[in-house]
């Protein structure tokens, strides 16, 4: 099965974060891309680049932003192929972002 493994940002993650250790952060990621079962991976651009769009009464709405507001922002993701859930958890929990104030949700994706 296939797995959605999300990636929820903490905008406070980097403060007092200083450019090396940044850097290892984003290796941690860079190392995941390979890691067997990963069919795929994006970081996502600054929440200040979302728009949300809606339609209400046939309409278009848009917001500039991610919506609705959260503490964590989504910053990107994986698609884990493995065998259970508990392999993509145990996937997701060595994302920087599980234990840097983030969050890392897995979902499992329909399969068509």
Known sequence: MKYAVLIYGSPDAFEGMGEDERQAMY?????????????????????????????????????????????????????????SRDAAVEFAVRLPAARMGGAVEVRPIVQT
């Open 27 to 83: 290796g941690e990621y860079l190392d995941l891309i390979g890691a067997p079962g990963v069919r795929g991976s994006a970081q996502l651009q600054p929440v200040a680049t979302a728009v949300t769009v809606r339609v209400r009464d046939g309409k278009m709405l848009t917001t500039d932003g991610p919506f609705p507001e959260m503490k964590e922002y989504f910053a990107g993701f994986y698609i884990f192929e493995a065998e």
